[in-house]
T-cell receptor, first 115, second 110 residues
Framework: DTGVSQDPRHKITKRGQNVTFRCDPISEHNRLYWYRQTLGQGPEFLTYFQNEAQLEKSRLLSDRFSAERPKGSFSTLEIQRTEQGDSAMYLC?????????????FGSGTRLTVV | QQPVQSPQAVILREGEDAVINCSSSKALYSVHWYRQKHGEAPVFLMILLKGGEQKGHEKISASFNEKKQQSSLYLTASQLSYSGTYFCGTGVNTGNQFYFGTGTSLTVIP
């Protein structure tokens, strides 16, 4: 197992365009988390899945954001009508059980730049 | 709800020791520590679940004072590879809510 994979590593998009990011968690991990991190700040929670069920969404996740984990394996995070304020590093993490009690394994992230 | 870390930044010479503190306004169920190097993902260092428990990882250890809602990360005999930003993460409400701290930038120089 090669850990948590995210694709793409970098994405530059024009304001108003839609973007989609993919995350492949560690295969035996049933919990998957999306975080957003801006420069100099700690990761901020966006949403998490247990298997294919999306169990919690942060208030940070506006209507323009949607996440899916259709078969309980990989997940996608889509941002519609991107805004400059969406520019950030989007991190995916997975855990075997409840991450807060066992620790998170993070992917390398997707850096989004909206121009 | 975001835990506060101190100091915000620290510069050490190789071989020196450092302490990074993490303080929460909420009762804590768990504390994590992560190190993030520039442009990379945070890497899990350790987790503490019980108050007063101290755990170690090579020359890096941590304590968790449940009553004070605080945790401290101890780095001894620092090495160049220790440079990075350290984040604490705190689980509240039996871990159903989790927040990363404000971060501490650590730079080790020769």
């Amino acid at each position: 197992d090669t850990g948590v994979s995210q694709d793409p590593r970098h994405k530059i998009t024009k304001r108003g365009q839609n973007v989609t990011f993919r995350c492949d968690p560690i295969s035996e991990h049933n919990r998957l988390y999306w975080y957003r991190q801006t420069l100099g700040q700690g990761p901020e929670f966006l949403t998490y899945f247990q298997n294919e069920a999306q169990l919690e969404k942060s208030r940070l996740l506006s209507d323009r954001f949607s996440a899916e984990r259709p078969k309980g394996s990989f997940s996608t995070l889509e941002i519609q009508r991107t805004e400059q304020g969406d520019s950030a590093m989007y991190l995916c993490a997975s855990s075997l059980k409840q991450g807060a009690n066992y620790g998170y394994t993070f992917g390398s992230g997707t850096r989004l730049t909206v121009v | 709800q975001q835990p506060v870390q101190s100091p915000q930044a620290v510069i050490l010479r190789e071989g020196e020791d450092a302490v990074i503190n993490c303080s929460s306004s909420k009762a804590l169920y768990s504390v994590h520590w992560y190190r993030q190097k520039h442009g990379e993902a945070p890497v899990f260092l350790m987790i503490l679940l019980k108050g007063g428990e101290q755990k170690g990882h090579e020359k890096i250890s941590a304590s968790f004072n449940e009553k004070k809602q605080q945790s401290s990360l101890y780095l001894t005999a620092s090495q160049l590879s220790y440079s990075g930003t350290y984040f604490c993460g705190t689980g509240v409400n039996t871990g159903n809510q989790f927040y990363f701290g404000t971060g501490t930038s650590l730079t080790v120089i020769p």
